[in-house]
């Protein structure tokens, strides 16, 4: 994949700190979700782990192949964006990293959403930053760095990644080949959500959202028709493109402006309901999706029967 246009500036700007040696040993990268953090992440670990600094990444030395590969021994990941990281898993990368690298001169820790470390294991990671090991790099992402324990931000020099503009998130979905996520740009600002989502198996089914609970709501489909293509998988999707589309028209209802894409179904949903039904169809959109965590009752069951409320 390209560097996207908006990553551009500030990756060049991280490039300069390695060319001058000067990257600081611990990096955060924090911007909003899906803007591309762990995607630059991972472009710094290979540019840090390049053997040749002066042309990093060199993209031939063995330690970009084996980067390349996602196979360097000396590139550790604790991954937050999964659930809470522990701190034995901070405890086995730390120890790992307080030995030699490996293979070339530098070892690299990738802490994806650092936000979701707990308290032991932000205090395991706090004392590695304080007493850092030899050549080794802590790259820490978060989109919401206030949840960060303020000693670790002070330990840490800061990037943030800007939002690309709508024109650049279109463009980037394009050079991609997927121009089809460009028309959700009402459910999702985040360009590697909409990649993400393109990827994934709902993509049609948000694609064709808006025009199905418009059809829905003039009585032409029935709900179990409006639901016919969601499975377990798509579940949550179908969910948060429903409640997307009751927020747009919460906020049409006060600035009268909106993607026209889905101009069409906001102003239906705003015919069929006032505004305090709409907010209580959003909360109960948000309890549904928490209780799909919590029973066994069929998903899609559950769905029909919310809609059926409506
Ligand atoms: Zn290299």
């Known amino acids: 994949m390209m560097l996207p246009e908006w990553l551009e500036a500030p ?3 991280a490039s300069q700190w390695r060319h001058n040696r000067a990257f600081h040993h611990a990096l955060l990268l924090t911007g909003t979700n899906g803007v591309g953090q762990h995607f630059f992440a991972e472009r710094l670990a290979k540019l840090l782990l390049c053997e040749n600094i002066a042309k ?10 084996l980067a390349k590969a996602e196979t360097h021994p000396d590139w550790l990941t604790l991954d937050g964006s999964q659930g809470t990281i522990k701190v034995d898993a901070v405890r086995q990368v730390v120890s790992k990293v307080s030995n030699k690298p490996q293979l070339g001169h530098t070892k690299v820790v990738l802490i994806y959403d650092a936000h979701n470390m707990n308290i032991n294991a932000a205090n395991a990671i706090l004392k590695a930053l304080e007493e850092p090991p030899s050549s080794t790099y802590f790259l820490l992402t978060s989109n919401t760095s206030r949840s960060l324990m303020p000693t670790i931000i002070s330990r ?3 990037l943030t990644l800007a939002n690309p503009t709508t024109e650049q998130t279109i463009h980037w979905l394009q050079q991609e080949g997927k121009q089809g996520a460009g028309e959700l740009l009402w459910f999702s600002q985040s360009p ?3 990649l993400q989502l393109a990827e994934s198996s709902s993509a049609e089914m948000m694609q064709s959202l808006p025009a199905d609970l418009s059809r829905w709501l003039g009585g032409e489909i029935r709900s179990d028709e409006l639901v016919a293509s969601v499975n377990n998988e798509r579940l949550r999707d179908f969910v948060d493109g429903v409640s997307a589309l009751i927020h747009i028209a919460l906020n ?4 009268g402006s909106c993607q026209k894409d889905v101009k ?6 705003l015919t069929h309901y006032d505004l305090y039904r709409l907010m209580t169809i959003s909360s109960n959109l948000t309890q549904l999706k928490a209780d799909l965590d919590k029973t066994h009752l069929n998903p899609t069951i559950q769905l029909i029967g919310e ?3 409506w």
């Open 252 to 255: 049409y209802s006060v600035t």
């Open 156 to 158: 840490c020099q800061r």
């Open 307 to 309: 809609l059926n409320s």
């Open 264 to 269: 069409n179904t906001v102003e239906n949903l």
């Open 56 to 65: 990093a990444p060199c993209g031939v030395c063995h330690s970009c192949e």
């Open 192 to 194: 590697f959500r909409l």
């Open 11 to 13: 990756y060049q700007l």
